[in-house]
């Protein structure tokens, strides 16, 4: 059961306000301490109230409730007082992933610490879609939103537009595209495409490792054939993975097994972004394709480049931080 708190005791929690760990499409997150004896360090978000009817506030507590998982935020408590909401979850010191794979911090990160990454985040996502209570997609999977612990191990979080749905739904009924752009797979941008389903989760995770690929790498990108540097980064993986030349692009000073680890991370990322919901692979199948042999792993047929939406690449170009949105369509 989890514990209600008065807006009074979230006032207190955070000393007023005084330490803002950053902001999303939703609202405001702040730093405090639990009161009780344990004194735990906690995140505490008080989500917009100018926003909707708390649709996203409802979402985020009914996910995150029946979510257990190492790899998903932990959910303390809540508060629903008048037109004050916030949600109570663990503190996750070393923010999110975003962080980690920026310009700056990327070269510092080893490969082996990027694949563990994402086959934590994978084993999460298999979580939500196939272990949990309810099955549950995410529909905002991105750097933001993927929260490291002082271990750097991955955890899932900003549940505000998942959906719940039935064990045995496959395709889900949205009246608005949600997202972040960049992140948003095609079904849920367009009808067009196909229905929404947990494979529209599948194509945001593509996208995220595909990110920590190209910003490990970000050299190559300005030298791209392009002269735009925005250019919509898995064509260059892709075109370099024809040639066969992938592993030049990271050097002559990469280990052997690091190989193996950066081609797997490629075509798994790859698959996962075919613009066919059907033809990507199940959360499943993506950490058996992660955990299991290169040799295995079939080269994917090129994805589309040219969707009618800003590419995450660019998204990633233009600015630091990227929102949440809604749109009729």
Known sequence: MLKRYSYESVKKMTNS??????????????????????????????????KGNGEDFINELASMSRASHVNIVS????????????????????????????????????????????????????????????????????????????????????????????????????????????????????????GASHKSDVYSYGMVVLEMIGAKDMKRVGNSKSDNVSMYFPDWIYEDLERRETMKLFGDNIMEEEEKIVKKMVLVGLWCIQTNPSDRPPMRKVVEMLEGSLEALQVPPKPLSNLPFVTAWESVQDSQETSSFSIPR
């Open 75 to 194: 959910l303390f408590g809540f508060c629903n007082e008048g037109s004050n909401r916030a949600i109570i979850y663990e503190f996750m010191p070393n923010g999110s992933l975003d962080k980690f794979i920026s310009k700056t911090m990327s070269k510092k990160m080893d490969w082996k610490i990027l694949y563990n990454i994402a086959v934590s985040v994978a084993r999460g996502l298999e979580y939500l879609h196939n272990s949990c209570v309810s099955k549950i997609v995410h529909f905002d999977i991105k750097p933001q939103n993927i929260l490291m612990d002082e271990d750097l191990c991955p955890k899932i979080s900003d549940f505000g537009l998942a959906k719940l749905c039935k064990n045995k739904e496959s395709v889900i009924s949205l009246l608005d595209a949600r997202g972040t752009i960049g992140y948003i797979a095609p079904e849920v941008f367009s009808k067009n495409f196909g």
């Open 17 to 50: 306000f005084a330490h803002v760990l950053g902001k999303g499409g939703f609202g405001t997150v702040y730093k405090g301490k639990l009161p009780d004896a344990s004194g735990r360090d906690i995140a505490l978000k008080i989500l917009d109230g100018s």
